[in-house]
């Protein structure tokens, strides 16, 4: 198991200023500092929240589960009490979603033989020449009569 940090609720309220914000949520001690600027509700609420528990607001707003990743890459430690599975804690394959690579594969089975693209090309000719040259059969018969 990873080996974490452990801190007290005393330890953590001494962080609780704009350049340095800590918090905990359920049981993790987070470091928010960079992340306050980025905080899609802004960072007054994380502020008003620093250096304290704040489990039960971050539940309240109903955080997404993109938000709750997130909590992992701005942990520091655990608070003392709590423990958390090595898969659980700072881990490339839990912090935030990498992009992924759109998929795109192209058809290259077009092994047509040359004679199709041939007939393909002389049918048509032929249709249409048949049927000028019987326009114009036709027509000279018309005309002799
Ligand atoms: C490190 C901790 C936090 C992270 C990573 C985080 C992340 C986020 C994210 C990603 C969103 C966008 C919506 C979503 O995906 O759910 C959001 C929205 C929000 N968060 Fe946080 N948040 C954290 C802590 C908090 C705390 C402690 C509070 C309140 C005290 C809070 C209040 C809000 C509010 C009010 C919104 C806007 C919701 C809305 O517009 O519907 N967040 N947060």
Redesign the pocket.
């Known amino acids: 198991m990873a080996y974490q940090r452990v801190f007290t609720l005393s330890e953590v309220a001494q962080h609780k200023s704009k350049n340095d914000c800590w ?1 905990v ?1 359920n049981g993790r001690v ?1 470091n ?1 500092t960079k ?1 306050l600027e980025l ?4 960072e007054e ?2 502020i ?2 620093a250096g304290k528990d ?1 489990t039960k ?2 539940e309240n ?4 589960n ?2 709750k990743k ?2 992992i890459k ?1 942990q520091v430690g655990v608070l003392g009490g709590y423990a958390f599975e090595e898969t659980e804690t700072k881990d490339d394959s839990i912090r935030e979603p990498r992009k992924k690579e759109m998929e795109a594969f192209v058809i290259k089975n077009d092994k047509r033989p040359t004679y199709t693209a041939i007939l393909e090309f002389f049918v048509p000719l032929l249709v249409a020449g048949s049927f000028f040259a019987y326009r114009l059969v036709t027509r000279t018969e018309q005309m002799l009569y």
């Open positions: 918090f949520i987070l928010v992340f905080h899609p509700g802004g609420v994380l008003e929240s704040a607001e971050f707003i109903g955080h997404s993109a938000a997130l909590l701005y």
